[in-house]
T-cell receptor, first 114, second 115 residues
Framework: NAGVTQTPKFQVLKTGQSMTLQCAQD?????MSWYRQDPGMGLRLIHY?????ITDQGEVPNGYNVSRSTTEDFPLRLLSAAPSQTSVYFC?????WGAGYEQYFGPGTRLTVT | AQSVTQLDSQVPVFEEAPVELRCNYS??????LFWYVQYPNQGLQLLLK??????LVKGINGFEAEFNKSQTSFHLRKPSVHISDTAEYFC?????????????FGSGTQLTVLP
């Protein structure tokens, strides 16, 4: 099993550009989520999905869009990048959305917006 | 609302010494508690979790944590650390019966094991 994969590993964008961060899992997990990690702030939830076709906002959703057309994929779109979106982004998945289920994290995408 | 406070941002410790990483939470309801570890340039990995039952929870790599409801704490301990334990450790809390979408992370503690 590859687990949770993310591409790209690194990305540099100019302010105003758009891009999509890819996330895929091969564990047939229902629940997938996106977090951003900023120094001294831990991880904050951006968006999540409890199954194909179902998405919802987390703590910091502004400036990001998601969709979930398949169980495996959960891309994160930055519509118009801003320097405040410079961060490390992690995708995670778990068998179900209950808190007792372990979340598996991808290796992260380090994004810099200039 | 719930929150998590990790009291130490950096903890240096010598190899083979014991270590305790502190975590306090606030919540008006029962909670689930987690510790995750992040090795350099990697994603997070679950170390251990408390859902219910025994308040002493054992995890991977020799770590354990004790849930203390009266002190609203969930401190992580290891009796003897190795160089390979150098990593960032995150405490997280979710409401019970809870949902993964309500998972709140602390700001992290960087554990550095010195030779």
């Amino acid at each position: 099993n590859a687990g949770v994969t993310q591409t790209p590993k690194f990305q540099v964008l100019k302010t105003g550009q758009s891009m999509t961060l890819q996330c895929a899992q091969d564990m047939n997990h229902e629940y997938m989520s996106w977090y951003r990690q900023d120094p001294g702030m831990g991880l904050r939830l951006i968006h999540y999905s409890v199954g194909a076709g179902i998405t919802d906002q987390g703590e910091v959703p502004n400036g990001y869009n998601v969709s979930r057309s398949t169980t495996e994929d959960f891309p994160l779109r930055l519509l118009s990048a801003a320097p405040s979106q410079t961060s490390v982004y992690f995708c995670a998945s778990s068998y179900s959305w209950g808190a007792g289920y372990e979340q598996y994290f991808g290796p992260g995408t380090r994004l810099t917006v200039t | 609302a719930q929150s998590v406070t990790q009291l130490d941002s950096q903890v240096p410790v010598f190899e083979e010494a014991p270590v305790e990483l502190r975590c306090n939470y606030s919540s008006s309801v029962s909670v689930y508690l987690f510790w995750y570890v992040q090795y350099p340039n990697q994603g997070l990995q679950l170390l251990l979790k408390y859902l219910s039952g025994s308040t002493l929870v054992k995890g991977i790599n020799g770590f354990e944590a004790e849930f203390n409801k009266s002190q609203t704490s969930f401190h992580l301990r290891k009796p003897s650390v190795h160089i390979s334990d150098t990593a960032e450790y995150f405490c997280a809390v979710s409401r019970s019966p809870g949902s993964a979408r309500q998972l709140t992370f602390g700001s992290g503690t960087q554990l550095t094991v010195l030779p």
